[in-house]
T-cell receptor, first 108, second 113 residues
Framework: KNEVEQSPQNLTAQEGEFITINCSYSVGISALHWLQQHPGGGIVSLFMLSSGKKKHGRLIATINIQEKHSSLHITASHPRDSAVYICAVSHRDDKIIFGKGTRLHILP | EPEVTQTPSHQVTQMGQEVILRCVPISNHLYFYWYRQILGQKVEFLVSFYNNEISEKSEIFDDQFSVERPDGSNFTLKIRSTKLEDSAMYFC???????????FGSGTRLTVV
C-alpha cells in the first residue's frame, strides 16, 4: 500500500514569494501527479511526471525516483495561486492514491 | 480542451433514497474512475472501470454502490440506499491510457439528510 505524505499541511506567504511544497511516497510508482483544488471543489491536474522536471508557467515540478520524493515550486506567487495543492501517485492504468493536500494562502 | 462533465453539481437526498450520479468522460478515454471526498478529508478511491467492467474497487465500494456505462458515453455511479455518511463530493475521472494523465470532472456534492 502506498502512503503519500505532504508538507507543509498549511502555508501562508506574501505575494511574490517562492513557494515549495514537498511530497514523499513509500512504494515505487509509475507516475506522480500534482493537482490543484480550488474552494469550489473542482480538481485540476497540473503535472504528471515520472522522472526529472516539468515546468508550466510559474509552476515547476520535480521528482527524485531514488529518494521517492517530489517538490512543487511556485515562482512569483500571486493571490490567485491560493488553493489546495495535492500530491498523488499512480501505477500504470491504476487508481490514484492521494495525499492530504497542502493549503496555500498567498496574501496580497 | 475536452472536459469530463458531471451532473448534477449538487444533490440533496433523503436517507435511504437511491441516487444516480452521472458523468460524461472524454470520448476517446478508456479508463474511468469514481472518487469521493468527505468534507475536510483527502480524496479516496472508490472504483475503476475498464473494458466495460470493474477493474478494481475499494472497501468503501460495497453492495450499496454500482457503476454502469450504459450507452458508451455516460458513466454512472448509483448508491442504492443512501446513508448520512455518504455525504461527500464525488468526482469522476477518465484517462486515455497509461501514458496520459487523468482528467477530473468538477464533482457532484451529495448531501444526505
Amino acid at each position: 500500500k502506498n502512503e503519500v505524505e505532504q508538507s507543509p499541511q498549511n502555508l501562508t506567504a506574501q505575494e511574490g514569494e517562492f513557494i515549495t511544497i514537498n511530497c514523499s511516497y513509500s512504494v515505487g510508482i509509475s507516475a506522480l501527479h500534482w493537482l490543484q483544488q480550488h474552494p469550489g471543489g473542482g480538481i485540476v491536474s497540473l503535472f504528471m511526471l515520472s522522472s526529472g522536471k516539468k515546468k508550466h508557467g510559474r509552476l515547476i515540478a520535480t521528482i527524485n525516483i531514488q529518494e521517492k520524493h517530489s517538490s512543487l515550486h511556485i515562482t512569483a506567487s500571486h493571490p490567485r495561486d491560493s488553493a489546495v495543492y495535492i500530491c498523488a501517485v499512480s501505477h500504470r492504468d491504476d487508481k490514484i492514491i492521494f495525499g492530504k493536500g497542502t493549503r496555500l494562502h498567498i496574501l496580497p | 480542451e475536452p472536459e469530463v462533465t458531471q451532473t448534477p453539481s449538487h444533490q440533496v437526498t433523503q436517507m435511504g433514497q437511491e441516487v444516480i450520479l452521472r458523468c460524461v468522460p472524454i470520448s476517446n478515454h478508456l479508463y474511468f474512475y469514481w472518487y469521493r471526498q468527505i468534507l475536510g478529508q483527502k480524496v479516496e478511491f472508490l472504483v475503476s472501470f475498464y473494458n466495460n467492467e470493474i477493474s478494481e474497487k475499494s472497501e468503501i465500494f460495497d453492495d450499496q454502490f454500482s457503476v454502469e456505462r450504459p450507452d458508451g458515453s455516460n458513466f454512472t455511479l448509483k448508491i442504492r440506499s443512501t446513508k448520512l455518511e455518504d455525504s461527500a463530493m464525488y468526482f469522476c475521472a477518465s484517462k486515455r491510457d497509461g501514458n496520459y494523465g487523468y482528467t477530473f470532472g468538477s464533482g457532484t456534492r451529495l448531501t444526505v439528510v
